[in-house]
């Protein structure tokens, strides 16, 4: 009982020991870069696929569409001009510290244009032109920049002066809920894989549980029959020849049979008090 209590115990363990491996495997560390885009391609809505090929589950952005990387497969170009591209630009752009260059003029992003921005030390070319954004514009490091086709976009770079009311609005840096719908996927993936093992591993216990106390009936008497010194064991007790068990139960006649089980047949006779005392 105590070592199936054992048994039963490790593989208990093993099975959670599976299934925070596989959860851990399910949330693994992405490349920052490829979050980062991911993040921004969540914000969007690309009617002509052109970001289709983004996978967040790669290695590193360097071959999608769209994006350019240098000799370290760091990203330093996202261009993606009169793509159809609408929604607003994320503000996990600033994660893309090697970025230089961002072309996604002639589409119609909307909403405000990310002060993060400000925060890419490499950037030096920058062209927004011909969208929808509006609100201040951060001043940002590049040395080429293009916002024209804005209409409300407003301040220092740019003819309009903005209104108290969108200077003081605070910046949102809420995570977009397909982000959140991607973690669930993930978890998802992970019990679902969980539970396969449960599936396979409980009839396996099940199994070896019952061939196990089944063993342990079959040793309860321990009986042996030794052929070759015409003996019959049972257990600890004296040991008897068959010829004497034959004798002692008149060769097993039916009216000495005082019961029967499973494992034996229970038999009554006239033994000799030499044989038991012997």
């Known amino acids: 009982m105590t070592m199936s209590l054992i048994t039963c115990n490790c593989l208990v363990l093993l099975l959670f020991l599976a299934f925070f491996f596989t959860l851990s495997l399910s949330f693994e560390a992405r490349n920052p870069e490829v979050e980062a885009l991911i993040g921004i391609r969540e914000g969007l809505d690309d009617p002509h696929g052109a970001l289709s090929n983004w996978d967040e589950d790669s290695v590193d952005p360097c071959s999608w569409s769209m994006i350019t990387c240098n000799s370290d497969n760091l990203v330093t170009a996202l261009g993606a001009p009169s793509q159809g591209l609408s929604g607003s630009l994320s503000w996990m752009i600033a994660n893309l510290t090697n970025l230089k260059q961002v072309r996604l003029n002639n589409n119609s992003l909307s909403g405000a244009v990310p002060l993060s921005l400000a925060s890419l030390p490499q950037l030096t070319f920058l062209d927004l032109s011909f969208n929808n954004l509006s609100g ?41 809920p397909s982000s959140g ?30 061939r196990r106390n089944k063993n342990r009936k079959q040793s309860i008497l321990n009986i042996t029959d030794f052929q070759e010194e015409d003996l019959i064991r049972l257990g600890n007790l004296r040991s008897f020849t068959f010829k004497e068990l034959q004798h002692a139960t008149d060769n097993f006649i039916s009216k000495n049979i005082l019961g029967a089980g499973d494992l034996a047949m229970f038999t009554g006779g006239n033994w000799e008090t030499a044989h038991l005392l012997q």
Do not use: D, M, Q
């Open 181 to 210: 719908r991607t973690k669930l996927r993930k978890l998802a993936i992970a019990l679902g894989v969980s539970l396969t093992f449960v599936t396979i591993l409980v009839p396996a216990l099940v199994f070896l549980l019952r």
């Open 136 to 176: 201040p514009v951060p001043n940002f490091p590049a040395k080429t920049f293009n916002i024209l086709g804005n209409p409300l976009i407003c301040g220092s770079h740019s003819s309009e002066k903005c209104s108290e009311s969108v200077l003081a609005s605070p910046l949102s840096f809420s995570v977009n």
